[in-house]
């Protein structure tokens, strides 16, 4: 038996059609499954022209959906992925000094984020709704600071040893030498700067004490609908433009073993009721050539089964 019986052999063929092929020359083989009879000055090229109708034989069903395509040279190959669409990557810039927003919003600039005008209208009344509830947040716990640190501050002047202008006449200090009247003044500068440094050390634990109370507080509440939690989500139906990419990186690798677990995962995640929110990708480096063609083995026979 020759090699050119053996490969007949192995296609997935009826008796009739295996026995229609001509078993003399591997690359009569090709051009007689070829439907276009497309000629090649390279004989190496010949297995171009039967993909399509070795793909077709082997895996009818996985290939209903148009997976099998041309490239650019018109020659069949199987489409492995969607067509990429790119988008722009580059960040929305994080605005978070209130007075630039304000200074914005004065000379008539948009500070709204770009990605709001993509959202639907109820996405956005939500993502308005949680941004009020945040800046209303944010007000409280600037204004407790702020009275708590303006209070501690006054009852600290009370103890300094300097209350008051007494120990100085300003009329007095006109006609006198200067360096008396710094000397005169330096102790309440240095109460000053005293005063001060209290201030912006006490508005610091000041801010995490509050911080840590209200993080208390929302622990014995036990429920915040605006917190980034698993507990908090509710029962709403997912939005069917929201995907989640599952990716499995593999590289000359054993590829049952590989394909084993990519099923067990897709298996689980169909058992949740939500598979139609997910697309699978599979990322080869493999540069092996056997590993490579029993990856698109593998994966077509998953593609059939699932």
Avoid at 183 to 207: H, K, R
Wanted: hydrophobic share 40%; proline share 5%; glycine share 4%.
């Amino acid at each position: 038996m020759n090699k050119t019986t053996e490969y007949i052999d192995a296609l997935l063929l009826s008796e009739r059609e295996k026995a229609a092929l001509p078993k003399t020359d591997i690359r009569a083989v090709h051009q007689a499954l070829d439907a276009e009879h497309r000629t090649y000055s390279r004989e190496d090229d010949s297995p171009q022209g039967s993909v399509k109708a070795r793909l077709e034989h082997a895996w009818p069903d996985s290939l209903a959906k148009g997976q099998l395509i041309k490239d650019d040279e018109g020659r069949d190959q199987l489409q492995a992925m969607p067509k990429a669409t790119r988008s722009s990557m580059f960040p929305d810039p994080w605005r978070t000094n209130p007075v630039g927003r304000f200074w914005d919003r004065l000379r008539g600039r948009d500070v709204t984020p770009r990605y709001v005008s993509r959202l639907t209208k109820e996405e956005q009344a939500s993502e308005q709704k949680w941004r009020t509830v945040g800046t209303i947040r944010r007000y409280i716990l600037l204004i407790l600071t702020l009275a708590q640190t303006v209070v501690a501050t006054w009852y600290m002047k009370t103890i300094l040893p300097y209350q008051g202008w007494a120990l100085i006449n300003p009329m007095d200090m006109v006609g006198q030498d200067i360096w008396v009247s710094f000397m005169q003044l330096l102790p309440y500068m240095l109460q000053t700067g005293i005063l001060i440094l209290f201030a912006v050390l006490f508005c610091w634990v000041s801010a995490g004490f509050w911080t840590a109370l209200m993080g208390f507080l929302q622990l014995l509440i036990g429920r915040d609908k605006y917190s980034i939690s698993a507990s908090t989500v509710g029962d709403e139906p997912l939005n069917p433009e929201h995907r989640t990419a599952l990716i499995m990186p593999i590289c000359n690798e054993d590829v049952s073993r590989v394909f084993a677990g990519l099923r067990a995962t897709w298996e689980s995640v169909k058992a949740t009721g939500n598979a139609a929110h997910f697309d699978v990708y599979i990322l080869s480096d493999s540069y092996n050539p056997d590993i490579c063609v029993a990856e698109q083995k593998a994966w077509m026979e998953l593609i059939a089964e699932v």
